[in-house]
C-alpha cells in the first residue's frame, strides 16, 4: 500500500473530514490505487528535462493597481449559513488555552 | 547586566503594501471600512474565480528586497499553503514557499546611544503574500459566536524573515526602528502599527553556559505585541520566564515542541497559546492559478535605480557634509526624508550645520510635535529659518532674541527680517553699538577704572545696562567693544 491508514487518518483530520473505522478503510485503499495508478508516472524517462512550475509555459501575467467596484455586501453575505447584519458568524475563535 | 545566559532573537514582520487594490483582485484595500464591503468572489474564494497578480505590489516588494540587499532569484512562484480557519475563506493562503522572490539580504543596525555594536541583521527570505480576514469576539457581551469580516482578505503583505541574529531585546527593538524607517523612507507601506499595516511575530530562546557546555531552551514564538515597546517589554520578560522554566525543569530544545505565546499588554506577561492542531503541517503546493514570474536584471536595476538615498547613507552624509554628531544625525534622518531635506536647505541657507541642527532639534521638533504636525505643515521656510539663524550667528540677535522672532515667524509667515521690522528689532550696526559703548562707558567711570585695575568681569554691568537700552544687543559684542575702547583709551 503506497499510503497507510494512519497517513489517511492524519489528512482527513488535517481537512476536517470525520470519517468512520470502514470509510476510513475504504478510502486508504482507493486512495492506494490512485496513488499507485499516479506511479506510473515515474516510468516516463525525464533524463534531461527541466522542472517545471506551471502547466502553461507562460510567465508575468499582472494587472495594474487600479480599485474596481466590490460586491454588494447583501450579495457577499447571501450564502452564508449564519451571519448578522454585517458579518459572517462563525463557532468561537479564541486564541488563549 | 551580565546575564548567565545569551538571548536569541528572529523577528518576521508582516508589512502590509501601499497599493490601492488588493493582491489578486480588484477590491479596495482601505482601512476602516464597514465589514464585509470589499470583497468579491476572487477575495472570498468562490469556486471558479481566477486570481491575477497586481503589478505595484509586485514593484513594490522587488524594490523593498533590493534595498534590504537580498539577492534576487530571476524565477519566482506562488504556492497555496493550507490551512482551516473561519478568517480564510478559500481554505488556503496565496503565499510563497520554496522559490521566494528574494533571500539572503542583511540591514544594518546601530545605536547612536552606543548601547550595542553596529551589526548586520540577516535577512532569510522576503516574500509575498495575502493576508487573511478578521475574527471579532466579543467575550464580555458572552456572546456564543465570533464575527468574521473579510475587508482585509487578499491585502498584499511582504513577509521579512530576520536570521535569529539579534541578541537582546534592545537590538530587536533597533532591527524594527531602522526597517521601519527603510520602508518609510522607500515609501512601500505606511507602517501603521494601530492599523496592522505592520506586524511582528518573534521567536526567542536562550543558550546558556552550563558545566555541562552550552545548551538551548526550546524555541518560543511570541505573538500580540502592538508596538514595538511592547515587542521590547515581551521579550524581556520571556527571556527572563525561559531562564526561569529551564532552572525548574532543565527543559532543552527538542524536548517538547515549539510552543506559541501571546503577549498580554495589560497583565506585561506572556501566555501559552493553544497551537493550531498540525499547524505545521501546510502542505504547500504550487498554486495552479497563478504563473510564475521570472525577474529580469533590468526589473532590478530599475527598482535599484529608484531606491533615492536610503537612512545609512543619509546618516553618513549629514555627519560628513555638515559636521554633525551620529547622534544629531540620528535624531533628523529618523524624522523621514521631508525633514532630512527640510535640513540641508536651512544649513546651506545658514551656511552652518551645527546651529541648523539645534534649531530644528530644539525648535521646530517642539512645535511640531506640540501641534501633531508633520514638516511640511510647519509654518517657517527652509531658507527664512536659515536666513533666522544667520542674524544669530553674525551677532545681529541673541538666541533668545531669535526664538521670539522665529514664533513671530511662525504666526505671522514673515520672513526673518520683516518680523524683525515688526517687533520693533532694529539692527545694530557697528557704529551704533560703538557709540552705545562710548555712552555707557563715560557714564561709569568707576567701571572702567576697576577693569583698568584689572578686574575684567566688571564690565558685566555695563552689559546689563546696554540691554536696557537696546534688548538687540549682543552681549560678546558689547564686552569686546567696551575693552577695546578702554584699551584705546590707556
Ligand atoms: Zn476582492
Redesign the interface.
Known amino acids: 500500500m503506497p499510503i497507510s491508514r494512519e497517513q489517511v487518518e492524519?489528512v482527513s483530520?488535517?481537512g476536517?473530514l470525520l470519517f468512520s473505522d470502514n470509510e476510513l478503510d475504504k478510502m486508504t485503499c482507493q486512495l492506494s490505487d490512485i496513488l499507485e495508478y499516479m506511479d506510473l508516472l515515474a516510468e516516463v524517462d525525464t533524463e534531461g528535462v527541466e522542472p517545471m512550475?506551471?502547466?502553461?509555459d507562460?510567465?508575468?501575467?499582472?494587472?495594474?493597481?487600479?480599485?474596481?467596484p466590490?460586491?454588494d455586501?447583501e450579495a457577499?453575505?447571501a450564502g452564508a449559513p449564519?451571519r448578522?447584519d454585517?458579518?459572517?458568524?462563525?463557532?468561537?475563535?479564541?486564541?488563549?488555552? | 547586566m551580565n546575564k548567565p545566559y545569551t538571548t536569541i532573537i528572529g523577528l518576521e514582520v508582516h508589512v502590509q503594501l501601499a497599493?490601492?487594490?488588493k493582491l489578486f483582485c480588484?477590491?479596495?484595500t482601505r482601512f476602516g471600512s464597514?465589514?464585509?464591503?470589499?470583497?468579491?468572489?476572487v477575495c472570498?474564494g468562490m469556486p471558479g474565480t481566477l486570481p491575477?497578480?497586481?503589478?505595484?505590489?509586485?514593484e513594490l516588494s522587488l524594490k523593498t528586497a533590493v534595498a534590504l540587499n537580498c539577492e534576487i532569484p530571476r524565477?519566482t512562484?506562488w504556492d497555496r499553503k493550507?490551512y482551516?480557519?473561519?478568517?480564510l475563506p478559500k481554505g488556503y493562503q496565496i503565499s510563497q514557499f520554496d522559490?521566494p522572490l528574494s533571500q539572503n539580504g542583511y540591514l544594518p543596525i546601530s545605536d547612536s546611544k552606543n548601547q550595542f555594536e553596529p551589526k548586520r541583521i540577516g535577512i532569510i527570505r522576503a516574500h509575498l503574500e495575502e493576508d487573511a480576514g478578521k475574527?471579532?469576539?466579543d467575550?464580555a457581551a458572552g456572546v456564543?459566536?465570533?464575527?468574521?469580516?473579510?475587508n482585509r482578505c487578499g491585502t498584499p503583505l511582504l513577509e521579512i524573515v530576520s536570521e535569529p541574529d539579534m541578541r537582546s531585546p534592545a537590538e530587536a527593538k533597533a532591527y524594527l526602528t531602522e526597517l521601519k524607517l527603510l520602508l518609510n523612507y522607500l515609501e512601500v507601506s505606511d507602517c501603521n502599527m494601530q492599523e496592522g499595516s505592520l506586524r511582528v511575530d518573534a521567536n526567542i530562546n536562550l543558550h546558556i553556559d552550563t558545566p555541562e557546555g552550552k545548551i538551548a531552551t526550546p524555541i518560543v514564538e511570541v505573538k500580540?505585541m502592538n508596538s514595538f515597546r511592547a515587542v521590547e517589554r515581551a521579550l524581556e520578560y520571556e527571556a527572563k520566564r525561559q531562564y526561569e522554566v529551564w532552572q525548574e525543569t532543565g527543559r532543552k530544545l527538542g524536548d517538547v515542541p515549539k510552543s506559541t505565546h501571546?503577549w498580554d499588554e495589560q497583565a506585561q506577561v506572556t501566555?501559552?497559546?493553544?497551537s493550531k492542531?498540525?499547524s505545521s503541517?501546510y502542505?504547500y503546493f504550487?498554486d495552479?492559478d497563478?504563473?510564475?514570474?521570472?525577474t529580469t536584471d533590468e526589473q532590478i536595476e530599475r527598482a535599484r535605480a529608484s531606491l533615492g538615498e536610503l537612512p545609512a547613507a543619509l546618516r553618513t552624509r549629514l555627519e560628513q557634509t555638515y559636521n554633525i554628531t551620529p547622534y544629531d544625525s540620528d535624531v533628523l534622518v529618523n524624522q523621514g526624508r521631508d525633514m532630512v531635506e527640510y535640513y540641508i536647505e536651512v544649513a546651506d541657507a545658514c551656511g552652518d550645520g551645527k546651529p541648523a541642527s539645534n534649531w530644528i532639534q530644539q525648535d521646530v521638533l517642539r512645535t511640531l510635535g506640540e501641534r501633531q504636525i508633520g514638516i511640511a505643515q510647519y509654518g517657517v521656510s527652509a531658507k527664512a529659518l536659515g536666513e533666522l539663524i544667520g542674524l544669530v550667528k553674525a551677532g545681529k540677535l541673541t538666541t533668545s532674541r531669535g526664538r521670539e522672532v522665529l514664533a513671530e515667524m511662525l504666526a505671522s509667515g514673515k520672513s526673518a527680517e520683516e518680523a524683525m521690522k515688526g517687533m520693533g528689532i532694529e539692527h545694530l550696526d557697528e557704529s551704533a553699538l560703538e557709540d552705545l559703548c562710548r555712552e555707557l562707558l563715560n557714564a561709569n567711570p568707576r567701571i572702567v577704572a576697576e577693569v583698568k585695575e584689572g578686574k575684567q568681569k566688571a564690565i558685566g554691568a555695563l552689559i546689563g545696562q546696554a540691554k536696557k537700552k537696546n534688548p538687540n544687543v549682543n552681549p560678546a559684542r558689547v564686552r569686546e567693544i567696551c575693552l577695546e575702547l578702554i584699551e584705546k583709551e590707556n
Open positions: 492524519k483530520l488535517l476536517r512550475a506551471h502547466a502553461l507562460i510567465s508575468d501575467v499582472f494587472r495594474d493597481d487600479e480599485v474596481r466590490s460586491l455586501r457577499a453575505l449564519h448578522d454585517e458579518c459572517y458568524l462563525v463557532p468561537a475563535v479564541l486564541g488563549e488555552l | 497599493t490601492r487594490s480588484s477590491c479596495s464597514p465589514p464585509n464591503t470589499q470583497t468579491c468572489p472570498i491575477v497578480m497586481n503589478r505595484k505590489a509586485f524565477f512562484k493550507q482551516y480557519y473561519p478568517d522559490l475574527s471579532m469576539h467575550e456564543a459566536d465570533s464575527r468574521i469580516d473579510l500580540n501571546g501566555r501559552e497559546q493553544r492542531e498540525e503541517d502542505r504550487p495552479p497563478l504563473v510564475p514570474v521570472a
